[in-house]
């Protein structure tokens, strides 16, 4: 949280984007996001993962859809945010506002 708290949205998703696209594990096996946070570099997903876990923190009042389709990665909470992934998952997650 550190290291996102004075950044928009959108200045975390080029972060994000800035940063290699190696996860530091092998396999199906994620990073956290304060894992990603430390060493800078990670898979679309785990990207996508840490995007969520700010805009959670700052916008609780949003609906968070990540969804993992082999390769492709996308987050949406108000706007969609995409990612690259070699981590092969297909996966929806919904995370829903507060209060729902």
């Known amino acids: 949280r550190e290291k996102t ?3 928009s949205q959108e ?5 994000l984007n800035n940063m290699p696209n190696v996860s530091i594990y092998e396999g199906p096996r994620l990073a956290q996001p304060d894992e990603v946070a430390n060493y800078q570099t990670a898979d679309g997903i785990e990207k996508a993962l840490l995007l969520a ?3 959670r923190q ?3 009042q949003l609906d968070i859809i990540l969804t993992a389709n082999n390769h492709s990665v996308t987050l949406q909470a108000q706007k969609e945010y995409n990612f690259t992934s070699e981590k092969n998952l ?3 997650i919904r ?5 729902q």
């Not at 200045?11 to 972060?15: A, F, L, R």
């Open 5 to 7: 708290a004075s950044m």
């Open 11 to 15: 200045e975390v998703y080029n972060w």
């Open 53 to 55: 876990n700010v805009i």
């Open 58 to 60: 700052k916008n609780p």
């Open 90 to 92: 297909e996966k929806s």
């Open 95 to 99: 995370i829903p506002a507060e209060n």
